[in-house]
Structure formats: C-alpha cells, structure tokens
C-alpha cells in the first residue's frame, strides 16, 4: 500500500511538474513578462514555498521547504549562464546551467520589492534582470493601478484597460524572443505588483472590475492586427498621430479635446539656461533655437539649433523632448523664446499626444459617456472587438 502510495505521489509531482519542464519562453507565450528590477549580479530573495526551475532539459527543480531566504549568484563559464543557488545559509550550492532560471513561490520580494508568484531571471550585461510572469490581466490591472489615479470614473478606467491590453498585446508580438516583453515604466507601461492584501481596498476593487468588465475586448488597425494602442496623459486640445512622433506606425484617427484646455497639465513653462541646454543636446555651443512646425498643427515637428559658429542642426522634436526630459519639456505643443541667457519653453498638454487622452477620458467618463464611446472618441479608425 506503501509503495502504491508513493507510485501516486510521484506521478502526481510528475504531473505538476512536467508543464514547467517544457515552459521554455515560446510555451509561455500567452504569460507576459515585465522586467521588474535590475541588480547586481547576487540576489537575495525571500519567500514561501521557493522553488526554482530550469526552462530546459535537463529538468531540474529545486526546492526549499520552509520560509528561508535564498541567495542566487550568476557566474559565467564558457560563455554561458550559471546560476548558483544557496540557501539555509549552506555552504552546499545548486548549479543551474541555463540561459533563464525560472522562480515560484509565495510572497516572493527582492528587499521591499514584492514580486509575483513566479519570475523569471536573465541576464543583461553586469546585471540580473527580474521579470516578473503573469497572465495578461493581472498585469493590466497592475497598469491600471499605476497608470491612472482609482478615484476616475469607471469607464474611464475601462477604456484605459482595453488601451493597455491592446498595447501589451502588439508589443508581446513584436518582442516574443526577448526575455522581458515590456518596460515596467515610461518606457512602455508603468506597472506595479498587486498583492493580495491590496485586493480589499476599494480603489484596486475598482480596478479588478475595470479589467473583468472588458476582459477579452481590445482594439484592432488595418487588417484585424491588434493595435499597439498609444496613450498619453494630456493631449493640450488635440491628439496627433504616431507617425508625426515617431515616422512611423499605425493611423488609429485623431481627436479634439474642448476640456483638455482646462486640464491640470493646460499651462507650463520651463526655463533652461543656454549652456545646460547645449550641454544636454551634446552641442558645443548653442546660439539660437527655432521651431519647425507643419501648417494645420499646433506641435514642434523639429526644433532648427544653432551654434556660435554659424552651422545648424535640425533635431526630432520627440528626441529634443527626451533629451530634455519627457517630464521637463512635458509635450511638443510649445513654443521657445531667448530671454537673456535662458531658453523659455511655455507649452500645453502633457505626453506625445498620440491615441487616448487621460485627461480627455476622465472628462468624458465624468460626462456620462461609455468606455466604447471613449475608445471610438481616440481611435475612430481602430476596431473594438
Ligand atoms: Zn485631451
């Protein structure tokens, strides 16, 4: 009876343990991977119920059977990744040799970092990146809860979790053989991992309902592909399209905006000293600036700079913008002035402009309109399904 019992025991660790045997990254293709953090190359974690796995075969797992603290090293040999795991405070080290280890376990943090349930660790350079892996709507309502303030209307947030949805699905598709489909900032979507806790506060309630009420709906451009589905935070008025920003991509329509004008972001001014900005743009000097704009739209399409000299440069408004700080020079809707050895910048709106406006939703959430209605509202020649 024994033996029988142990027979089924095993089968039954075989069976939970044969999908994650062949989850290399291609089988987890419907998980979405978010690198969470970057670290030096030894990693403390803690946890409940760790286990760490190989992606490949070999299968190997190994696991820790109570609360403890594992420490995991990366070491190269060969060219190749090897992992050393520690834990208990052994001298004993677990050798994994795989480009990824795979990590579960509950309640899992890096220092005050939570993470979720399962992450994946890759190597980049002299860093550790920590990707976390998760369903898609999980994730989204982790977008949603950093992206935009809970207190916004419903639909409001609805519309902005099939915009998020829609945009982690283009950029899963265009990045499935990376080790991390996303950015978990500005550079794609701003995420933070939900726990469990959080789920009986009111606002992440709201959050949960935002994403299960449009679970499964997302945008479409030209051709039924899911749209990668911009989205910004003011659009000043009106929204532009992506290929005005960066050369290229779908034309989803654009939008006019009567409420945005009296938006929090309507109004800024920044002033930049003529040296920091010469230095910033990586110039020698820096002379004079002018704006290059396109009849019929109010944003900078290029900036003309000038040096002491007397040669001139033309510079992409969007990589003037980055080379400013997205936050400093917070849209291309600006116009420059000298005055005396500083630069004034005084602008409108917030963001690149392209597709949903926060602002704009919030406002047509508050009026009464729908998600669907929003969504039609930013992306008029996009498909909703
Ligand atoms: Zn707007």
């Known amino acids: 009876m024994k033996l029988l019992w142990a027979a089924v025991c095993f089968l039954l660790v075989l069976m939970i343990s044969l999908p994650e045997a062949q989850s290399a990254l291609t089988h ?26 190989n992606l490949a075969e070999p299968y190997r ?27 208990n405070n052994q001298d004993r080290e677990h ?8 990590i579960q376990g509950d309640g899992l943090r890096v220092g005050s970092q939570t993470l979720p349930n399962r992450v994946l660790l890759s190597s980049s350079g002299q860093q550790v990146d920590v990707v976390g ?50 950015e978990s900032s500005v550079l794609d979507q701003v995420f933070r991992h939900i726990v469990a806790e959080d789920e009986n506060d009111p606002k992440i309630q709201k959050a949960l309902q935002a994403v299960r009420e449009t679970e499964g709906v997302k945008l479409f451009g030209p051709g039924h592909k899911i749209l990668k589905a911009f989205y910004h935070a003011d659009c000043g008025g009106q929204t532009t399209l992506a290929k005005n ?19 929090p972001s309507a109004q800024w001014t920044l002033k930049v000293k003529q040296s920091d900005l010469a230095q910033r743009l ?60 500083e630069f004034v910048f005084t602008g409108r709106g917030f963001g690149h402009g392209v597709g949903l406006c926060q602002w704009g939703s919030r406002a047509m959430g508050m009026r009464g309109h729908s998600y669907v209605q929003i969504l039609k509202h930013y992306y008029p020649l996009a498909k909703l399904n």
């Open 245 to 263: 920003v960066w050369n290229g991509g779908v034309n989803s329509g654009t939008a006019v905006d009567s409420s945005c004008p009296t938006s």
């Open 28 to 53: 987890d293709k419907d998980l979405v991977r978010v690198r969470l953090l970057s670290l030096p190359k030894k990693i403390q974690l803690t946890g409940q119920g760790l286990r760490f796995l």
């Open 95 to 102: 050798l994994f040799t795989e480009k990824y280890l795979m």
């Open 282 to 341: 990586h110039l020698p000097s820096l002379a004079e600036l002018a704006t290059q704009k396109v009849i019929g739209d109010a944003r900078v399409r290029a900036v003309k700079v000038a040096m002491n000299d007397g040669t001139q440069k033309a510079i992409g408004a969007n990589e003037f913008r980055q080379a400013l700080g997205f936050s400093e020079l917070r849209s291309t809707l600006f116009d420059v002035k000298k005055s005396g050895e």
């Open 133 to 182: 892996v998760m369903p898609l709507d999980e994730y989204i309502v982790g977008v949603l809860a950093s992206e935009m303030p809970l207190g916004w209307p419903l639909e409001t947030l609805k519309a902005q979790a099939v915009a998020a949805r829609s945009y982690t699905l283009a950029v899963m598709a265009e990045r499935q053989e990376k080790a991390y489909h996303l």
């Open 61 to 87: 797992s190994v696991a820790i059977p109570e609360n403890k603290q594992a420490e995991v090293r990366l070491m190269k040999k060969d060219g190749k990744n090897l992992w050393a795991l520690k834990f």
